[in-house]
């Protein structure tokens, strides 16, 4: 599966910002989905993750409250909310695509087989 992620930009201390990310190439549905991020010099990091059918989601203890994750399987699409947006928060952010026959959100890197190319997301203090 093809991800394209967009939506990233800069943006002051409290503002919003809603990434997007386009899968194409298989069955959408076949996938849990997942918003990673990376800053410079850290670990790639799981943010937010939704089931293949949208009922279950899983966050970070840093964004919980503040981002959401959700999906919408009619246009390929996987989106996420951030609010009160936190200089903490400047990343590189990545859609991840996960091939599962369960329910199961996955909160590490491992179980994603397919990776967009990522969004900068910069947040000025």
């Known amino acids: 599966v093809q991800l394209q992620a967009s939506g990233g930009g800069l943006v002051q201390a409290g503002g919003s910002l809603r990434l997007s990310c386009a899968a194409s190439?298989?069955?959408?549905?076949?996938?849990?989905m997942a918003w990673f991020r990376q800053a410079p010099g850290e670990e790639r990091e799981f943010v937010a993750g939704?089931?293949?059918?949208?009922?279950?989601?899983e966050y970070a203890t840093s964004v919980k409250g503040r981002f959401t994750i959700s999906r919408d399987n009619a246009k390929n699409m996987v989106y996420l909310q951030m609010n009160s947006l936190k200089p903490e928060d400047t990343a590189v952010y990545s859609c991840?695509?996960?091939?599962?026959?369960?329910?199961?959100?996955?909160?590490?890197?491992?179980?994603?087989?397919?990776w967009g190319q990522g969004t900068q997301v910069t947040v000025s203090s």
């Open positions: 190439g298989r069955t959408f549905t076949d996938y849990a």
């Open positions: 939704i089931s293949r059918g949208g009922s279950r989601k």
């Open positions: 991840a695509a996960d091939f599962t026959v369960t329910g199961v959100v996955a909160t590490t890197n491992l179980p994603y087989d397919y």
